[in-house]
């Protein structure tokens, strides 16, 4: 049975990879080193120089005016969602944040909107099924909806590399293992993989395109401002899709399916055949939110048809205008909050997904097999380099953790 277990299905290009024990270590001690220093350095480039730079003061002067707007419009700031004081509180500051980044008159925003909306995506889809893992059942980062609520409330970029430090040092899933111990530790549940991309598209990204249509054109300002508070709450409607559709699914199901499940679960057989699936739904998730944005800043205006005059305006925004925040001089002062949003929220994405990028390297080399040289530095950078070009990090780090997956198939049937 072993040698069926997870040996189902191979990743694009996987082949067996591989490093020494001495390698192995020095990297994971790298790994363990550098997460903490980049969640120091994205709280840097985000609370540090938000603080310098004066985008939290606009903020404060907004919400201690005695007549308290939505930014950028005359419509009164809505302040009661919940009833409870300190929730409400901390969703108008999140609402008064995001703002100036969902107007669709900051050019430039809006395109770095749609790309950072489907890696952020496509980071919580591979951090949630990382939380599903058999391996990591019961223990601290199997509480994932928890760790969204922090990330929600104290940036990507500072909470997710710590939740990664925490996964090295306590998840068996990050461990150096032969295929045989993979059965136990990396599988999914079929049905948890078979539902994971519809809690990501109904907890997160209608959430994200309902808080994105705009006021007063689409819907109302009240309606524009909860379809944001809800959006902060995504990683708990996610993770309360994913419990409650896979719990009514067991329900319903008979004795003998709920047993063939458990089993498919401890045994592995089903698992790549099931989780290629959602890889693919990350992988194009990242695409089609990174394609279009890359080609619109590059692309000249001039080659967009007559009748398509929003990208012509969209096209205005030059590459660098998009993606490249300004360099950290501390004396700098934003011109604006949509510009203190927009560099804040560039420090969140890049340095949040390096973080996802180095984690997803160092557990593909962990699947080290008897060929040291396709484990090489130089391939693992052009893989990472090619699929981040094609796809953005997040893509990257998808190709990487299936490509562990496959490799550990492989071993399994090889009985390594």
């Known amino acids: 049975m072993s040698g069926k277990s997870i040996a189902s299905s191979s990743a694009p290009g996987a082949s067996p990879s591989g490093s020494s024990a001495g390698p192995q270590s020095s990297l994971r001690t790298i790994t363990l080193i550098l997460l903490p220093v980049l969640s120091l350095t994205g709280a840097f480039g985000t609370w540090f120089l938000s603080d310098r730079n004066g985008t939290f003061a606009m ?33 108008v500051v999140l609402i008064t944040f995001f703002a100036p980044f969902l107007d669709v008159k900051n050019v430039e925003s809006t395109l770095f909107s749609l790309f950072g909306f489907g890696q952020f995506g496509a980071a919580w889809t591979l951090l949630m099924m990382e939380s599903l893992r058999s391996g990591n059942e019961g223990k601290l980062v199997s509480f994932i909806g928890i760790v969204g609520l922090i990330f929600q409330c104290i940036s990507f970029t500072v909470t997710i590399p710590l939740y990664l430090f925490v996964h090295l040092l306590t998840s068996p899933v990050a461990r150096a293992f032969t295929g045989a111990h993979a059965n136990s530790v990396i599988p999914v549940s079929s ?72 089993q498919s679960v401890s045994s592995g057989i089903p698992y790549l055949n099931n989780v290629k699936h959602v890889y693919r739904f990350v992988i194009a998730f990242s695409i089609i939110t990174h394609i279009p944005v890359i080609a619109i800043t590059l692309l000249p205006p001039e080659i967009f048809p007559d009748w398509a005059s929003d990208l012509i305006q969209l096209s205005h925004s030059s590459f660098y205008e998009v993606y490249v925040p300004y360099f950290p001089v501390l004396s700098h002062q934003v011109s604006s909050l949509a510009e203190g949003v927009h560099n804040f929220l560039l420090w969140d994405l890049y ?6 990028l180095v984690w997803a390297i160092l557990l593909y080399r962990n699947a080290a097999s008897e060929k040291p040289q396709d484990g090489a530095f130089w391939k693992i950078a052009w893989k990472v380099t090619t699929w981040t070009l094609v796809s953005g990090p997040m893509g990257a780090s998808a190709i990487l953790l299936w490509e562990r997956d496959a490799i550990l198939g492989q071993k399994v049937k090889r009985g390594v």
């Open 59 to 91: 903020i404060g002067e907004i919400l201690t005016q005695e007549t308290v707007y939505f930014p950028g419009t005359n419509d009164l700031l809505v302040k009661s969602y919940t009833g409870i004081e300190f929730i409400d509180a901390q969703l």
């Open 191 to 262: 049905l948890d993989l078979k539902i994971l991309p519809l809690s990501t598209i109904v907890g997160y990204i209608i959430p994200s395109i309902l808080m994105a249509l705009q006021s007063p054109s689409v819907v109302s300002p009240d309606a524009h401002q909860l379809y944001i508070a809800i959006w902060q709450a995504f990683p708990l409607w996610a993770v309360l899709i994913q419990s409650s559709i896979t719990f009514l699914c067991r329900i319903f199901t008979d004795q003998a399916s709920k047993s063939d499940s458990r």
């Open 351 to 356: 340095v949040g997904s390096a973080s996802v």
